[in-house]
């Protein structure tokens, strides 16, 4: 059996995770992290492992998902007293994490996809004697082709 590992006092695991104290306080109020203990002066201590939990946190608002909607989601049995439930609610948490995953790589493939036609674009743009300026509207149609420019390539014209 391995030592238990020692514990991060607040201010330390926060620094860690790159979060203010306050939004750890924050997270404990919507009981979506607890400190593992305190000391005997109160202060909060977490496990090394609680950062994989924030991390899960972060990750989840990054992909979009409000608080509250990670507060259900993380919202876990007790693994004693109802392990399989335990267990649908971790998987339900991962299926639903990879399809927002997965949204947001299609969300960045598309993106991706506008960027590659406005470099393209631009390629075209080396060929025309025409400078984007106010008069021109920026070049909007494309002198050349009559169509308007791609969205990155006109936000930046």
């Known amino acids: 059996m391995s030592a238990p590992q ?12 790159g979060v203010s104290l ?4 924050y997270y404990e109020e919507l009981d979506l992290l607890r ?5 005997r002066g109160r202060f909060r201590c977490y496990r090394e492992a609680d950062l994989d939990r924030l991390h899960l946190i972060q990750s989840f608002q ?3 998902l409000r608080l509250d909607r990670i507060a259900e989601l993380l919202a876990l049995p007790d693994p004693e007293h109802d392990r399989r439930g335990f ?3 971790v998987r339900a948490a991962l299926l639903e994490q990879e399809a927002l995953v997965q949204q947001e790589i299609g969300r960045l493939q ?5 960027l590659a036609t406005a470099r393209s674009k631009l390629g075209e743009c080396e060929h025309c004697e025409r400078v ?3 008069e021109n509207n920026h070049c909007e149609p494309c002198g050349l082709t009559g ?3 791609p969205e990155s390539l006109r936000a930046l014209y």
Not at 6 to 17: D, Q
Not at 35 to 39: D, V
Not at 110 to 114: I, K, L, Q, R
């Open 22 to 25: 306050r939004t750890l306080r």
């Open 132 to 134: 984007p300026t106010r």
């Open 110 to 114: 598309a993106e991706a996809e506008h």
């Open 147 to 149: 169509l308007p420019l």
């Open 35 to 39: 400190p593992t203990a305190r000391t």
């Open 6 to 17: 020692p514990l991060l006092k607040i201010g330390e695991f926060a620094r860690r995770a």
């Open 62 to 64: 990054q992909l979009g």
């Open 87 to 89: 267990l649908t609610k």
